[in-house]
């Protein structure tokens, strides 16, 4: 597709349940993004990979969050042991060079009960 | 990261020009001034970015002050599906890792009347 791909768009998991977000950006994009959009707040930096390599990951909130890309093109965000706090949309953006703009995906809405 | 600062929210009628203000008073000269909006239940959407020289584009225009602590994005006709928050972003273009990332703000949420 011409867009950054998200699945699922709705996940709802029970605390302490295991989840996996799934990321397919534009064909091509080196650069891949994550991002947590709490309710009411602006998009929060979790974690950037170029091609295959994760470079940041500074923004991932505990040990309990991973990232992966491991052929340079899909990207799983995986959150272990899911907490009630962890409920947030996670937004996956890609880009072909790290300084042009940003195409973001709609985004998966996280549900912790 | 170098702060923008944007008011809460404005309004606007169909049909009419908006002018969007964003104030970074501590840019730098790496910094890059990016634009982004939000519509409800969607990720962002980039709009415009720029450095120093006024940028246009399809969706905007991007004015940037002489001395770069400043600027305003301007819809030339603002239409209903306009509305959404507008983020102002400063990124480093410098060469450091970090500036990869975008850092969002509250941004100005943009209610349009018709």
């Known amino acids: 597709g011409a867009g950054v791909s998200q699945s699922p768009r709705y996940k709802v998991a029970k605390r302490g349940q295991d989840v996996a977000l799934r990321c397919d950006p534009i064909?091509?994009?080196?650069?891949l993004f994550w991002y947590q959009q709490a309710l009411g707040q602006g998009p929060e930096f979790l974690t950037y990979?170029?091609?295959?390599?994760?470079?940041?990951k500074s923004g991932l909130p505990s040990d309990r969050f991973f990232a992966e890309r491991p052929e340079g093109s899909v990207s799983t965000l995986k959150i272990q042991r899911t907490q009630q706090e962890d409920s947030a949309v996670y937004l996956c953006?890609?880009?072909?060079?790290?300084?042009?703009?940003?195409?973001f995906g709609s985004g998966t809405r996280l549900t912790v009960v | 990261d170098a702060k923008t600062t944007q008011p809460n929210s404005m309004e606007s009628n169909e049909e009419e020009p908006v002018h969007l203000p964003c104030n970074h008073s501590t840019i730098s000269g790496t910094d890059y001034i990016h634009w982004y909006r939000q519509l409800p239940s969607q990720g962002p959407e980039y709009v415009i970015h720029g450095l120093t020289s006024n940028v246009n584009n399809r969706m905007a225009s991007l004015a940037i002050a002489e001395d770069r602590k400043s600027s305003t994005l301007i819809l030339h006709r603002a239409t209903l599906r306009d509305a959404a928050v507008y983020y102002c972003i400063l990124r480093d273009a410098g060469g450091k890792t970090s500036g990869s990332r975008l850092t969002f703000g509250e941004g100005t949420q943009l209610t349009v009347n018709p």
């Open positions: 064909s091509g994009h080196v650069s």
């Open positions: 953006a890609s880009s072909f060079i790290r300084t042009d703009g940003y195409t």
């Open positions: 990979f170029q091609n295959e390599a994760q470079l940041d």
